[in-house]
Each structure stands twice: as C-alpha cells, then as structure tokens.
C-alpha cells in the first residue's frame, strides 16, 4: 500500500507540528499571563488604591454639593444681605483651613514622650492629614501644609519658634479615620526604642485654639 | 490521484493546517484548563475599577474647578452691591488666593527631580528611585525658603494638601497618580530659595542618592512662573469655627 504509507507519514508529521505549536503557546501565553500580572500593581495595591478613590470620590461629592450651593447662592442672591452671607460663610471656612481662627470638632489626640526630631513630626503631621484631618496643632502650635518644622542646634522649631517635648499632636476630622490613624501611628511608636509612651485619645468635641499669623503675599500675584 | 500530488505540495499544506488547528486548540485548552487564572482574572477587574473610579474622579474634579471658577466670577459681582460687600469680597479674594484656589504668578524657582540609574549587579536597592518623600521634602523646603504658592507637575498645593506613595507614583489630595520626573515650582524669593536649595545641609538624602545613584536633582529660575488653581474644593466638614 504505497499510496496509504505516503499519506501516513505527512499526517504524522502534521500532529508532530500540531503538539508542538499547542505546547509552545501554552507556554509563551501564559508566561506572559504571570509576566502581565506581575508588571501591574498587586491585588492588595489596587484594593487600597480602590478604597482611596471611593473616599475621594465620596469627598469630591459632597464638595461639588456644597459649592453648588454657594453658587446658587450667589447667583440668586437679590440682596446685599444674601450676597454678603455667601461671603461671610465662604470667608470663614477658609480661614479655617489655613488656620487663621480656632476650632473644634471631634477627633483625636496623640500623646508622644521621647526624643522625637523635625522628621519625625513631619511624618506624624503628613500621616494625620493622609488620615483627612482638618485642622492640626502640634505642640500647642497650628499647623496646615506649609508649616516650616525643622531641626535647628538640637532643637526643634515649628514656623521659628522652638518647641520641646512630650510631644502632644491634636487633629481634628473624620474621627474614625483619625483614630485608626492615631492606633497606628501609637502602635508604630511604641515600637522604637526611643519612645518612653505613646497613646492617643478619641474625643467628640476638641478645640484648637491656636492660630497662625497670614503672612501678605509679597512676590506673587493674583490675576 | 493522491499519487500524482507531487509530495513537496502536500507536506507545507498539512503542516499549515495542522499550525492553524494547533494554535486552536491551544486557545482552547488554555480557556478550559488554565483560564486566566483567578489572580490574573482578579488584577484585571480590580484594575477595571480603579481606571472607572479614575474616571469619575477625573469628572468631579473638573466639575469642581468650574464651580470654583463661577463662584469667583459671582463673588466679583456681589463686589458692586455695597461697600460692605466689596470688603468681603476682597477678603474672600485674598483668602482664595492664599489656599491655593486661585491661579498665581510671580517670580520663582522649579525644583527638578527624575529617577537615578539602577545599581549593577541587580542588588535590590530601590534608592536610585524618587519617591512621595522626596517629593514632600522638597515642598517642605520650598516652604522654609519663603514659597507663597507651590504646584507638583501641575497640582497645586494647598494648606491641606496630602502627599503620599501609590508604588512609585506620587498621589496629591487623591488626584491622579504622578510619575517621575517631577517638576516642583514656587513662587517666591528667587534669591532665597536658591540659596537654601545650594546649601549642603538641604535635601541631604536627595544629595546623596545624587552623588550613589545618578538621581536626578537640578533647580532653575523664572522672572515669571504659573501656577494652577487647584481643582479641590476646600470645605471642611468636621472642623468649625470654635
């Protein structure tokens, strides 16, 4: 049977080549699958990063609400009264974002007694405003991104003036953020040898009283 | 007449179809047997939901900066109805300004920072990379040069601004993540700034990994800098006037 040994060897052939190519793309495919997965960012990365934007979103929300509102205000507004009381209100908001009035609110306090130097404050500052606080003091001094701490012949100066220890951070904001924040932060601390105690309390209803000192533009420019 | 088909034709013919039906089966068979598997599967909804909610985010903020914008225009016209109005104004103008909700220029001074060049040898050392903290610390000196207004690659500072680390990407007040290189620019005294950023105590670290790895640090100057305003609204919501 020529004819049939003729046909049987290029189907041999053919399944040889058919397993080979199965194979070797199983292989390149889902090496690249795991290459793929491992080039992007882990689960937990974007589980945190899924958390972040939800809250952001959520805080986006409610600030598109309540400028839509001052707008409506202003732009209905008939009297001077009305316009005034938009302004008044807007005023005072921002003062107190730059922290130019006291306030209270809830949130937490953070007890710290140890050697702690400027970066060490810094990084308790950045963690409590990553945790959305409002309104920060350290050490009895107000703080807003852009208070200068540094380190200066052994000594600590928040803005110039020297502070010292136990160091006593008050934040004010979403007090269930700020207490997970403060949990950490403490637990953190306790943990480096430097640190005598470290504690934080919740509190419904904190008040700072200080305030910093809104220093005139002198080289910018407003349009 | 199989026999008359020379046998040079009918090899390629049979190795291509049986490359076609390979390449088939292989889909196959990975769709049934290894189907993405669920971390893979996972990593891509996840990512699917990070890039909508990116999106939404992208949206409110642009919706917020137009708001920002109209209640600016209002406020200039509320100016016009009394005295007492104007005065409130102004002082909403100036505050505005001062929280970064505004746009600002002036002279000053950029601060430029980029990824170093990777140790040989494949040690896992990731100091030759920028990250958030180098990122805050530059602000953070900018401020003690004199800053009256600072922007990241765009994004402006504001008194309650957050900086922190999503892997190597930079994210402010929850906007979209920044990559290196990183532009950091002030308004403010030129002269102080540069002096502060040339002394050898400052920016230490950066300094170091500068000189190790091949980090990229450099400053610039500008009789006219821009800054945005910033695309946040700033209302809090726990904090009042006590």
């Known amino acids: 049977m020529p004819a049939e040994r003729r046909l ?29 997965s491992l080039l992007s960012q882990d689960n937990t990365s974007l589980a945190f990063l899924i958390d972040d934007l939800h809250r952001s979103n959520d805080d986006l929300a409610k600030q598109e609400k309540a400028l839509a509102s001052r707008r409506d205000m202003l732009s209905g507004a008939g009297s001077a009264a009305v316009a005034n009381a938009a302004l008044s209100a807007e005023a005072q908001n921002l003062r107190i974002v730059q922290g130019l009035d006291p306030v209270r609110g809830p949130g937490v306090v953070v007890t710290v007694d140890a050697p702690l130097n400027d970066v060490d404050l810094q990084d308790a500052v950045n963690n409590l405003h990553v945790a959305g606080a409002e309104a920060i003091s350290l050490a009895g001094r107000r703080i807003v991104t852009g208070t200068v701490i540094e380190a200066s012949g052994g000594e600590v100066l928040i803005d110039g003036v020297g502070v010292r220890g136990p160091w006593t ?33 919740a ?21 | 007449m199989l ?6 034709r009918l090899y390629p013919l049979v190795a291509l179809l049986a490359l076609a039906f390979g390449f088939f089966f292989a889909a196959q068979l990975r769709a049934e047997l290894i ?70 220029h002036g002279p000053g001074e950029t601060v430029t920072l980029g990824n170093g060049q990777s140790p040989k040898g494949g040690a896992a050392v ?11 610390d530059v602000v953070n000196l900018l401020f003690r040069g004199g ?19 999503a892997g190597t990407a930079v994210v402010i007040d929850d906007g979209p993540p920044l990559v290196p290189p990183f532009s950091v620019a002030a308004v403010g005294n030129r002269a102080a700034i540069e002096t502060l950023l040339a002394a050898p105590a400052s920016l230490g670290d950066l300094k170091q990994r500068q000189r190790d790895y091949q980090v990229q640090l450099g400053w610039f100057g500008a009789g006219d800098l821009v800054l945005p305003a910033a695309d946040t609204g700033l209302e809090p919501q726990y904090a009042h006037a006590g």
Do not use: C
């Open chain 2, 3 to 8: 026999a008359a088909w020379p046998r040079l």
């Open chain 1, 169 to 201: 951070l008050v934040a004010i904001g979403d007090p269930s953020r700020l207490a997970t924040a403060g949990d950490e932060m403490t637990r953190t601390l306790r943990a480096d040898a430097r640190v005598r105690s470290a504690s934080y309390r």
């Open chain 1, 203 to 223: 509190d419904p209803d904190l008040t700072i009283s200080s305030v910093i000192r809104q220093r005139p533009f002198v080289y910018a420019l407003a349009p």
């Open chain 2, 35 to 104: 189907p993405p598997s669920n971390r893979v599967a996972r990593n891509e909804a996840l990512a699917l939901t990070v890039r909508s909610l990116e999106t939404d985010n992208a949206a409110y903020r642009s919706r917020t900066a137009a708001l920002q914008s109209q209640i600016g225009r209002l406020e200039t016209d509320a100016a016009l109805r009394s005295g007492a109005s104007r005065q409130l104004a102004d002082q909403v103008a100036e505050l505005r300004a001062h929280s970064g909700l505004t746009r600002l």
């Open chain 2, 126 to 136: 990731s100091a030759y990379l920028v990250n958030f903290q180098d990122v805050q």
């Open chain 2, 147 to 165: 800053a009256e207004g600072i922007a990241v690659n765009g994004r402006r500072i504001t008194p309650e601004s957050r900086i922190v680390g």
């Open chain 1, 8 to 36: 049987r060897t290029p189907l041999v052939v053919g399944v040889v080549i058919l397993l080979i190519t199965l194979l070797a793309v199983i292989q390149v495919r889902s090496q690249a699958e795991v290459q793929r």
